[in-house]
């Protein structure tokens, strides 16, 4: 990956340890690195609103924005596919019988 700030190297750390799995498959795509670019884009954004327009303090401003587009929650022991907010990876629909 190209040079990271801050926020970027804080994302790839928490996916590698909570989302392994996702990870892997955005690297298999060669999705990783505008996967990562895209929640830190969308985090500032959310920043920004909830501090500036929305007027919340920066602490639950920060909650707010990363657990929505940054931290995402650890996966399930079970096969999943990639978290539902980033749209880099496209899934074919599912098979129909009939």
Same mark, same amino acid.
């Given at each position: 990956?190209? &040079?990271?700030?801050?926020? @970027?190297?804080?994302?790839? @750390?928490?996916?590698? $340890?909570?989302?392994?799995?996702?990870?892997?498959?955005?690297?298999? #795509?060669?999705?990783? $690195?505008?996967?990562?670019? $895209?929640?830190? &884009?969308?985090?500032?954004?959310?920043?920004?609103?909830?501090?500036?327009?929305?007027?919340?303090?920066?602490? $639950? !401003?920060?909650?707010?924005?990363?657990?929505?587009? !940054?931290?995402?929650?650890?996966?399930?022991?079970?096969? @999943? %596919?990639? #978290?539902?907010?980033?749209?880099?990876?496209?899934? @074919?629909?599912?098979?129909? %019988?009939?």
């Amino acid at each position: 990956m190209p &040079e990271k700030n801050r926020l @970027s190297q804080m994302i790839l @750390s928490h996916w590698e $340890e909570h989302c392994p799995r996702m990870v892997a498959e955005l690297r298999e #795509h060669n999705h990783l $690195e505008n996967a990562v670019m $895209e929640a830190e &884009e969308r985090t500032a954004d959310l920043l920004y609103d909830l501090i500036c327009v929305k007027k919340l303090p920066y602490r $639950e !401003a920060w909650e707010m924005a990363t657990r929505e587009w !940054a931290f995402l929650p650890t996966e399930d022991p079970l096969p @999943s %596919s990639a #978290h539902p907010n980033l749209t880099l990876i496209k899934k @074919s629909p599912p098979a129909t %019988s009939g």
